[in-house]
């Protein structure tokens, strides 16, 4: 299960696009100019505010090594069921 399944994580993704959509609301706001000099990206019409949050909010998701390793243990634990080896 990954970090997008897990309803342990569902608040913080939640408030992540909600951030995004602001940022895309305010970049189709702007001037075709305003955004090409801008660079295109959504995130840089975030405030400073929202774009610390947005990072504080991304740290408290799992890394990818992480979610390596939970399905790591979740796969040795399936075999171990299914050798009997299961304490």
């Known amino acids: 299960m990954t970090y997008a399944q897990n309803p342990e994580y569902a608040h913080i993704l939640t408030r992540m696009d909600q ?3 602001i940022a895309d ?3 189709a706001q702007a001037s075709d100019t305003h955004v090409s ?3 295109g990206a959504g995130i840089n019409y975030l405030y400073p505010e929202e774009l610390r949050e947005l990072n ?3 740290l408290k998701l799992p890394t990818y090594g992480q979610e390596r390793k939970e399905a790591q243990d979740r796969i040795r634990e ?3 069921k299914r050798r009997g080896l299961y304490a």
């Open 19 to 21: 951030l995004t959509a």
């Open 78 to 80: 399936r075999l171990q």
């Open 25 to 27: 609301l305010r970049k």
């Open 56 to 58: 504080e909010l991304r």
């Open 37 to 39: 000099l801008m660079g």
